[in-house]
């Protein structure tokens, strides 16, 4: 009887056909919020894109990660589907007021990183930000006197905000260029 009722219903479009039932993690750690459920969606999305398809589908966000236990949860999920390219998990790292600073989607604590070696990349080597009267500035990392510059014509690139994958095979994090095309994994 049940596998009629379900069929019924994904006929009827109350149980997405497409989508398998989320994964509820069990052990969650402490200081994690219980009633999160996952989903790999394994449709190549822009990170922009990814976060609207899990806000309208889900009614939910691209994931945050906040302890090793969820990391690794995240990935093994992520391993089912079989795909060998990272999906776009919800953390973002941009230039706010001269730093590079790196924060969740959801707006929850940033409270635990996985980075891989080198990572968080910041595609240019100057944090950028927009000054008021419309025209690029530039700040030197290290804080230092912005007293030189030398770019090529077309430089420099305005590409401020980089958005992370989680990798199937490392577990670790990576900065990519958000209009990459890659899965993802929704918490709703």
Known sequence: MWP????????????PASHPAPLQLQGIPAGETPQWRYAFVNKLRTYALAQGYCQDKYRGQLASVHSSARNQELQKL??????????????????????????????SAWNYANWAPTQPLHIVTTCTT???????????????AWNYANWAPT???????????LSV???LWRSRI???????????
């Open 4 to 15: 009629c009722l379900l069929l019924a219903l994904a006929l009827l479009g109350t149980v």
């Open 78 to 107: 992520a391993r089912t589907y079989n795909t060998f390219i990272s999906p776009w998990i919800g953390a973002v790292t941009s230039c706010k007021a001269g730093k590079w600073k790196s924060y969740w989607e959801d707006s």
């Open 130 to 144: 927009l000054s008021v009267r419309g025209k690029w500035k530039s700040y030197w990392e290290d804080s230092s």
């Open 155 to 165: 430089q420099p690139l305005h590409i401020v905000t980089t958005c992370t994958t």
């Open 169 to 171: 095979r490392d577990g």
């Open 178 to 188: 958000c209009l990459q095309l890659r899965p993802f994994i929704c918490q709703y």
